[in-house]
């Protein structure tokens, strides 16, 4: 189908709990959809409320209680969205349940259960987007990426019709840190209604679900994240063990933990979902904006492109793609095509990340507007462009360079003299202005691959990506369909010792008390990390750390 036909034929649940305080923002969000798509059926499946009357709401209309309509805000807020939607549903038997994990809030999963199955009963057209209540998609571009998913073929544990789109964020990783597998993220399903609708076909969790952790204990060799649980498995994990082990008996799921079926878990995502980064879609979604954008995400979660490289290599081992080296950095093979880096993964240290953008201004001296993104590359020639949308300049110097190794080995630099520019992009037919530079990698891999560019004497720069090429080489040529591949790092020949786990441990358990740029620091090079570090917290091992791993204190 077309995106057109889709756009034509999409019924969307939009659901969640309505109150005064988030009344205006799903107001926004179900108007914003109805101009996106006129043709759809827009159903509002509301989980809880404090202030409807539900004795006087109805399937096409919803009211507020007295004291809530003398505010004229709720009573036009509440005549506007029955404008816009076409059908209301209200959740009557969902009861709140203790928390999953240790210091999170009570679990509203029955809430969900109940609001999705409800509203997508009430759907009417093939296919559907059943969506929170806080996430819009403010364009089609979702379905431009949607259509994708025709190219790669299904194998044994396709059980739905058609693919359902899902999130990559929280579709986790598996062989990553938290060992969950299953864990599809549930954020939002678009697909076949006969297909998401049989997803959400499941009965209530219930309180020995809950609390199972209490009264079991964790498997061995858990680790601290892992030992946080209380329920016997995550709620995203629940829905999809339950749709598919009626299909595929030999299922194992007994914690949240087993790695039994963590193969099939793969398998099955890759013949039944598809997965959407959201930096491939036009999304409004403040409440996890700093998750969209942290490039740490990409080490936990299965993202696009290595979906993609598997659904396009069913016969590689799963785990060559998906683990990850001992300081959890991903390794880059790029391919000869290119690979390309949103700003967002990149850092600055003169400017800030604005709207997705590196800006920089008012750079006298010699300053860094742009450096990573930190990964570790493989052996070969390469050709690095930084995509510059902004650039107002005279006789300025722009310096850009290639290295790895925290910038002790420069693998190339070019000095760039530029009398004059006036950002006249558009007149001159372009958007974007190229810094490029050619570099070799000799080494077999290395670490901590960057571009850095260096300004002096420009007025205004905006950065709005990173693209690197691999020059073409017969032996190593990419397979069709995957642009970036992630590669495991080499296993050490030797296992760890038990005190350097434990070392390991402690430092993975002291980072959750740190802020999110603490975190990327110290995956990016621990050692440095401690060397710099003042955290209070990090006193009792930072010795011993450095002692082990630098070879001084």
């Known amino acids: 189908m077309s995106v057109s036909q889709y756009k034509e034929s999409i019924s969307i649940v939009v659901q969640g709990g309505l109150f005064e305080k988030n009344l205006n923002e799903v107001a926004n969000i179900v108007q914003s959809y109805r101009k996106s798509f006129p043709l759809s059926q827009i159903i509002l499946s509301i989980s809880s409320s404090d202030f409807i009357d539900y004795s006087k709401s109805s399937e096409q209309s919803v009211k507020p209680y007295l004291k809530s309509a003398r505010h004229s805000g709720v009573r036009n807020t509440c005549d506007l969205i029955n404008r816009v939607v076409d059908n209301f549903v209200y959740c009557t038997e969902a009861t709140q349940m203790p928390p999953i994990k240790e210091g999170n809030p009570n679990c509203n999963a029955n809430f969900q259960i109940e609001a999705a199955k409800k509203g997508l009963i009430v759907a009417k057209n093939k296919y559907v987007l059943r969506v929170r209540n806080d996430l819009l998609f403010k364009s089609d571009k979702f379905l431009h990426e949607y259509e994708k998913e025709n190219q790669f073929k299904r194998f044994r544990h396709s059980v739905f019709n058609k693919r359902v789109m899902i999130s990559s964020l929280f579709t986790l990783n598996p062989y990553a840190l938290e060992r969950m597998p299953f864990h599809f993220s549930d954020w939002f399903h678009f697909g076949l209604r006969s297909d998401v609708l049989s997803l959400w076909n499941i009965p209530f969790v219930d309180l020995a679900f809950m609390t199972h952790y209490n009264t079991n204990a964790h498997r061995p060799g858990s680790n601290i994240l892992e030992r946080a649980f209380n329920a016997r498995t995550a709620i995203e994990q629940y829905l999809i063990f339950e749709r598919f082990r009626n299909y595929f008996t030999e299922l194992r799921l007994e914690g949240h933990n087993d790695t039994h079926s963590r193969k099939q878990s793969i398998d099955i995502l890759l013949d039944n979902f598809y997965i959407l980064d959201f930096e491939n879609a036009d999304v409004y979604f403040p409440k996890y904006e700093i998750d969209m954008y942290y490039s740490g995400n990409k080490n936990i979660c299965v993202s696009q492109n290595s979906w993609e490289t598997m659904a396009a290599n069913r016969n590689i081992d799963y785990e060559n793609i998906l683990s990850l080296n001992s300081s959890t950095i991903q390794s880059l093979v790029i391919s000869e095509e290119f690979t390309y880096i949103p700003a967002y993964f990149l850092k600055t240290k003169q400017g800030q990340l604005i709207n997705r953008e590196l800006v920089s201004e008012s750079i006298e001296d010699y300053r860094v507007v742009q450096y990573g993104p930190h990964f570790r590359i493989k052996r070969g020639?390469?050709?690095?462009?930084?995509?510059?949308?902004?650039?107002?300049?005279?006789?300025?110097?722009?310096?850009?360079?290639?290295?790895?190794?925290?910038?002790?080995?420069?693998?190339?630099?070019?000095?760039?003299?530029?009398?004059?520019?006036?950002?006249?992009?558009?007149?001159?037919?372009?958007?974007?202005?190229?810094?490029?530079?050619?570099?070799?990698?000799?080494?077999?891999?290395?670490?901590?691959?960057?571009?850095?560019?260096?300004?002096?004497?420009?007025?205004?720069?905006?950065?709005?990506?990173?693209?690197?090429?691999?020059?073409?080489?017969?032996?190593?040529?990419?397979?069709?369909?995957?642009l970036i591949k992630i590669a495991a790092k080499p296993k050490p020949e030797k296992p760890e010792h038990e005190d350097t786990k434990a070392l390991l441990l402690a430092v993975r358990f002291i980072s959750f008390f740190m802020s999110q740029k603490m975190k990327r620091k110290l995956s990016r090079d621990p050692v440095l990390f401690f060397k710099d570090s003042k955290n209070i917290l990090i006193y009792p091992i930072k010795n011993v750390y450095l002692k082990k791993f630098d070879g001084k204190n």
């Open 381 to 482: 020639k390469y050709k690095a462009i930084v995509v510059v949308t902004t650039l107002k300049l005279k006789d300025a110097r722009i310096i850009i360079r290639a290295t790895c190794d925290h910038g002790k080995n420069v693998l190339n630099e070019r000095d760039i003299h530029i009398n004059h520019y006036e950002n006249d992009f558009l007149d001159q037919g372009r958007t974007s202005f190229a810094l490029d530079i050619d570099f070799e990698c000799v080494q077999e891999w290395s670490d901590d691959f960057e571009v850095v560019v260096e300004c002096k004497n420009v007025d205004q720069i905006a950065i709005s990506a990173l693209t690197l090429k691999r020059n073409s080489n017969p032996a190593t040529r990419p397979t069709p369909n995957a």
